[in-house]
C-alpha cells in the first residue's frame, strides 16, 4: 500500500482538520497577474470563503510565471510567455519549482495532512492552466502544472487537478461549484 494511504489515518492533536488545496498563487493575490489579466481587486473570495466553509487550508504555489521570468515577465522580442517557459531557462526554473512544491506537499501528507487537490488557473494560462483526460494532464496544460504532476507522481498515486478559470462568470461558476463537490465529497 501506498505510504499516501496510510498518512491519511494519522490523527491530528489540535484544532486542524488536515485538509488542505494546493492552490496557484493569483487566486490568493492578483497583485502577481500579468498586466490587464487580474479579475478581482485582491483575490478570488468567492473561492476563500468556500474553503473556509469546508475547513480546508491553502497552500500557496508560488507563481511560476514570476518565477521563472520575473515579475516584468522578461523575454526576449517576439517571444510569447509560454516559448519562453517551454525554453530554457524557464523550463528548468519551472521544473526545480515544481519539485520545491511537490516535496513540500509529500511533507505534509507525512506529517499526516490530507492534499485535497492542486487547483490551477484559466485554460490559457502558459504556467497553470489545467486540461484533464482521466487522472492525467494533457499537453494543454500549463507548463507550470506538467512539471507538478510530473514532480508529484513521484512521491505516489496521481493527485486530483482541478481548474479554477475565472475570465468569465459562467466558467468561474462551474468551476466553484465542482471543487465544491470535491470537498463536500473528501469531508470526514
Ligand atoms: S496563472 Fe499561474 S503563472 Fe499566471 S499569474 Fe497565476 S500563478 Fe502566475
Do not use: W
Not at 36 to 60: H, I, K, Q, W
Not at 69 to 92: F, K, V
Amino acid at each position: 500500500m501506498f505510504d499516501f494511504l496510510r498518512r491519511r489515518e494519522k490523527e491530528t492533536t489540535d484544532a486542524r482538520r488536515g485538509r488542505f488545496l494546493a492552490v496557484i498563487e493569483c487566486h490568493l493575490n492578483q497583485n502577481v497577474r500579468d498586466d490587464g489579466t487580474a479579475r478581482f481587486p485582491a483575490m478570488n473570495v468567492d473561492f476563500v470563503r468556500l474553503c473556509e466553509r469546508y475547513g480546508v487550508g491553502l497552500m500557496s504555489i508560488p507563481c511560476p510565471e514570476i518565477e521563472a521570468l520575473g515579475a516584468e515577465r522578461r523575454r526576449p522580442r517576439d517571444t510569447t510567455i509560454r516559448e519562453a517557459l517551454e525554453n530554457e531557462p524557464g523550463q528548468s526554473r519551472c521544473f526545480h519549482l515544481a519539485e520545491r512544491v511537490a516535496a513540500r506537499i509529500d511533507t505534509r501528507e507525512r506529517q499526516g495532512a490530507q492534499l485535497v487537490a492542486i487547483v490551477g488557473g484559466n485554460p490559457k494560462s502558459p504556467g497553470c492552466a489545467v486540461h484533464c483526460v482521466g487522472k492525467g494532464l494533457t499537453d494543454e496544460s500549463g507548463v507550470f502544472m506538467k512539471a507538478l504532476e510530473t514532480a508529484l507522481n513521484a512521491y505516489g498515486p496521481p493527485r486530483r487537478f482541478m481548474a479554477l478559470r475565472d475570465h468569465d462568470q459562467a466558467a468561474l461558476r462551474e468551476d466553484l461549484d465542482h471543487i465544491e463537490e470535491a470537498l463536500a465529497a473528501d469531508d470526514r
